[in-house]
């Protein structure tokens, strides 16, 4: 079933909690900017706090909004929900990834957050890549340094790990964390210990989201020398 609520955020997601306790899995659909403002009291308070079984799909977030301006520049959104109790908080790397995520979250009870975008994302899995919530994937191996990557940026990441590795001699030990919320920690644990330096790369701000993440995991496990990639505290512009 598809039912089209229009441009009413607010009472979009408490129809979807309506249909959740009567036993349906509804999926909210909108731009990333208006489901993280407008409508997260609804969602604290009707889905969060009674843990329903809600899917939220914050789409057109971060920079690919470039040309709507700050309006609709979602860059706080992953820092928003993931401080929320009972909220799962997913950014996948790539269209393979995105499809896996949705099955993957249907099938668990709770309410999730997934993000995504509305620009071409290139295929960098392939059909044996097998999405777990809670599981971050290591893309290349490396000794130099840790890089740890979400969404849209992993296949950017990518390219800059095997561009350090040919041009620079460099070894890149990638890793690609599509949970924001519940993250991987051992994977960050093993990596500050084994390589000593990291740096997060995510299409959102720095505060609150997979940098902020990181940082927290780092600081109370293994400390280390952090640099997080992202927007930096300051609204955007309009432009391409």
């Known amino acids: 079933r598809f039912y089209q609520i229009g441009i009413a955020e607010q009472n979009m997601v408490g129809i979807a909690a309506g249909m959740a306790t009567m036993g349906l899995v509804p999926w909210v659909s909108t731009f990333a900017v208006f489901l993280a403002k407008r409508a997260v009291d609804q969602i604290r308070v009707s889905v969060a706090y009674p843990k329903l079984n809600v899917k ?5 977030g971060g920079i690919p909004t470039g040309r709507a301006g700050a309006t609709h520049q979602s860059v706080e959104d992953i820092a928003v929900m993931r401080c929320m109790p009972n909220m799962t908080v997913i950014c996948p790397g790539d269209p393979l990834e995105v499809q896996q995520a949705v099955c993957e979250t249907t099938d668990m009870n709770g309410p999730v957050y ?12 392939d059909s044996k890549h097998k999405f777990e919530i809670g599981k971050s994937y ?13 969404g849209m940026m992993t296949p950017k990441a990518l390219e800059a790990a ?16 599509p949970t924001i919320k519940p993250i991987d920690k051992n994977a960050i644990v093993n990596a500050s210990r084994e390589t000593g330096s990291l740096i997060t790369v995510e299409n959102h701000s720095i505060l609150g989201g997979l940098g902020g993440a990181v940082a927290e995991v780092l600081t109370e496990f293994a400390p280390c020398h952090l640099t997080r990639l992202g927007f930096p505290d300051v609204f955007g512009e309009s432009g391409d």
Not at 56 to 60: I, P
Not at 138 to 150: P, Y
Not at 162 to 177: D, G, P, Q
């Open 138 to 150: 290591q893309l290349t191996d490396g000794r130099d340094v840790t890089v740890i990557s979400t």
């Open 56 to 60: 939220l799909n914050g789409a057109y």
């Open 114 to 125: 997934l993000r995504t975008v509305r620009c071409p994302i290139p295929v960098i899995f």
């Open 162 to 177: 095997k561009e350090l590795k040919t041009n620079h001699n460099i070894s890149v030990r990638l890793i690609h964390m």
